[in-house]
């Protein structure tokens, strides 16, 4: 049967539709994928006590007057005195010294109006040679101790917390088989895991009073001290997937 030109023409493009519907049935959306399968979360830690050893000693004093000017002259004074005091036993890494804040601001009356003025200037004292800034208290006269306290120096931290972390992942990596093994499963693949660290409290002590003064004008007593111990710990979580 002859058609016509443009009856063939109809004819092939029905065609071409017929055999298009199939293949784009069969291109529907694939379903969502399902949660993930034999996972499970679990957390490990690890902690050690360690002694800490930097002493840090807080001196400071506080001066008043109505002269600004005269006020931070005394306090100056009385810094400058501190540090020549400490200076002779400053030594890099063991004995180290800086000064603190220094501020002067006005006191005002009830009423108005600038009554006078206030100030105060500290000096920060700390290192590993607790001998030593123990005895130092006890020659600056100048000041007084204002705080005391212990912490870890960066070398003590790094070593605990590399010694802590890697503690903690052993117990991580032997818990996560552990639980495989349980289940049926004969070991299994991290997905994802966080380490964290857990900050040692740092001991400090309540203001002391100034100790008893010799006839020379000095303290004849070094600061009684005593290292506290500090808890650094790190723990691992994260999620594993069990594997046959």
Do not use: C, H
Not at 192 to 212: C, L, N, S
Request: proline residues 5%; charged residues 15%.
């Amino acid at each position: 049967m002859n058609l016509s030109p443009n009856l063939a023409a109809l004819t092939l493009a029905a065609a071409g539709v017929l055999q298009m519907v199939p293949n784009g049935a069969s291109a529907q959306t694939q379903p969502a994928s399902l949660p993930p399968q034999n996972v499970i979360n679990l957390m490990a830690s690890a902690s050690t006590e360690v002694t800490m050893d930097i002493l840090q000693v807080v001196f400071a004093t506080t001066r008043e007057g109505n002269d600004a000017a005269a006020v931070q002259s005394q306090l100056k004074q009385a810094l400058d005195a501190a540090l020549a005091e400490a200076r002779k036993v400053a030594k890099p890494g063991q004995v180290e010294v800086q000064t603190g804040a220094f501020s002067l601001s006005p006191r005002y009356a009830p009423k108005g109006g600038i009554a006078g003025w206030q100030g105060r200037a500290e000096l920060i004292v700390e290192g590993r040679d607790t001998a030593a800034i123990a005895q130092l208290t006890g020659r600056i006269t100048s000041l007084t101790i204002a705080r005391v306290g212990y912490n870890l120096s960066r070398e003590a931290r790094q070593k605990v917390e590399a010694e802590v972390t890697a503690q903690s992942i052993a117990r991580f990596r032997e818990r996560a088989l552990s639980y495989a093994q349980q289940f049926g499963f004969a070991g299994y693949t991290i997905r994802e895991v966080q380490v964290g660290m857990q900050d040692p409290a740092i001991f400090a002590a309540a203001p002391m009073a100034r100790a008893r003064m010799s006839a020379s004008g000095q303290s004849d007593e070094s600061l009684p001290v005593e290292a506290g111990k500090a808890t650094v710990g790190a723990s691992v979580s994260g999620s594993v997937q069990m594997t046959k």
